[in-house]
């Protein structure tokens, strides 16, 4: 496929570490997303900085960043009607052309003003092609410079991890006999490493041991169901997260798991049911609210969605992924002045929250655009028809521009 058919991808949707789409982003201490793989990998390895910034890191605890997550879904599924806009890119230049044979055809029989505009149209119209071309040049030489960086990486990382030893696949867990709380413990933090090494097989065997030991552990339930879940056993996994809710019906994480399962299986109606559950446990944790806000949106029940992430941001005003959910349903509803001050507000907690910044940067991209058409509508307003065929011409050509 040549270089300038790729679909351009945003790079907060990429893991700064593998330059790829992330499956599964969680937020490390830096305030930045990354590959959960990609991160822990990094981690064990010794490294105690930053990947991003080269600081040295407060600790190495990672988050789920549920809200990337869903956008990047979102982003993936709607590939096929990008395909189209390429389509649609293609038969405006064939109207463009039509269009300026329309007004060569005008300008013979008109006077020399007429003649002075189509020549400074054609004239634009080279400069804006020169700009794409030089854009696209630009555009593809840092792909290629990515690739290059990415192969040496990787190649980097294959010779570092023939001189370093597994640590956790050392560690020769002994069978728990009975209620023993240390063994319990002991399974549970094992099952722990395991998940975050996406090693789910072995994660699954320390929680059915903790399970084994105490039957009634609903946090074990829930964690096998997460585990099940990656190998997309979903009746499985879901049944696990009944479970734990029967072991303790006020385990608030049981119902989000459950909620998150089932939003993944596209059930956003039963998802929410399950986040008010959530909420019901847990009322002041935001997390719960911008769950249900993501599953409302999915369902294109913006206005509901928003009052989600209001009360997210009512008991966590810094939390910046509410702000950037919140700007993206406010941009469907078209109040683009409101989902600009989210997006600028997300910023101004998280700085180089690259989300934040890709969405504010497309936002201000269609508001520029919007405004030009309207002033090119008023400027040909009441004007002979020569100038309704120029300012028609010169709005495809801005539209195709930054289309590219």
């Given at each position: 496929?040549?270089?300038?058919?790729?679909?351009?991808?945003?790079?907060?949707?990429?893991?700064?570490?593998?330059?790829?789409?992330?499956?599964?982003?969680?937020?490390?201490?830096?305030?930045?997303?990354?590959e959960r793989e990609a991160i822990t990998e990094w981690f064990q390895k010794g490294h105690k900085q930053s990947p991003m910034t080269a600081a040295k890191l407060k600790n190495e605890s990672l988050q789920n960043n549920y809200a990337l997550k869903s956008i990047i879904n979102s982003f993936m599924d709607t590939l096929p009607s990008i395909q189209k806009e390429k389509q649609i890119k293609t038969d405006m230049m064939e109207a463009i052309k039509m269009k300026e044979k329309f007004v060569d055809d005008l300008v013979k029989k008109n006077d020399s003003k007429v003649k002075n505009l189509e020549t400074e149209n054609e004239k634009l119209k080279r400069e804006l092609t020169e700009i794409a071309e030089k854009k696209k040049e630009t555009e593809s030489l840092k792909r290629k410079q990515n690739l290059n960086e990415e192969n040496n990486s990787k190649e980097k990382n294959k010779d570092k991890e023939k001189h370093e030893e597994p640590k956790i696949e050392q560690v020769r867990l002994k069978e728990a006999n009975g209620y023993d709380q240390e063994s319990i413990r002991i399974f549970m933090n094992h099952g722990n490493k395991f998940y975050e090494l996406k090693k789910y097989g072995d994660a699954l065997k320390c929680y059915d041991q903790v399970i084994k030991c105490d039957p009634n552990n609903a946090e074990a339930y829930s964690k096998k169901g997460l585990s099940i879940f990656h190998f997309k056993r979903f009746d499985e996994a879901l049944k696990c997260c009944e479970k734990a809710i029967e072991c303790d019906p006020k385990f608030a994480q049981a119902y989000v798991n459950q909620g998150i399962f089932l939003r993944y299986l596209k059930k956003d109606k039963d998802a929410i049911k399950c986040f008010d559950k959530a909420i019901e446990c847990d009322p002041k944790d935001s997390n719960n609210y911008n769950n249900k806000g993501i599953s409302l949106y999915n369902l294109k029940r913006y206005e509901e969605a928003l009052k989600c992430y209001d009360q997210a941001l009512e008991y966590d005003?810094?939390?910046?992924?509410?702000?950037?959910?919140?700007?993206?349903?406010?941009?469907?509803?078209?109040?683009?002045?409101d989902a600009l001050k989210c997006y600028d507000k997300a910023i101004k907690f998280d700085p180089n929250n690259a989300i934040a910044n890709s969405q504010?940067?497309?936002?201000?991209?269609?508001?520029?655009?919007?405004?030009?058409?309207?002033?090119?509508?008023?400027?040909?307003?009441?004007?002979?028809p020569p100038y309704h065929a120029i300012g028609f011409v010169l709005i495809l050509i801005f539209l195709v521009y930054n289309l590219s």
């Open positions: 496929m040549e270089m300038e058919n790729l679909v351009e991808i945003p790079h907060a949707y990429l893991c700064p570490i593998t330059l790829e789409i992330m499956k599964d982003p969680v937020i490390a201490a830096d305030g930045h997303s990354y005003p810094k939390f910046s992924a509410a702000y950037i959910n919140k700007g993206i349903s406010l941009y469907y509803l078209k109040r683009y002045d504010k940067k497309e936002l201000l991209a269609i508001m520029e655009t919007s405004e030009l058409i309207q002033n090119t509508l008023k400027f040909v307003k009441n004007r002979p």
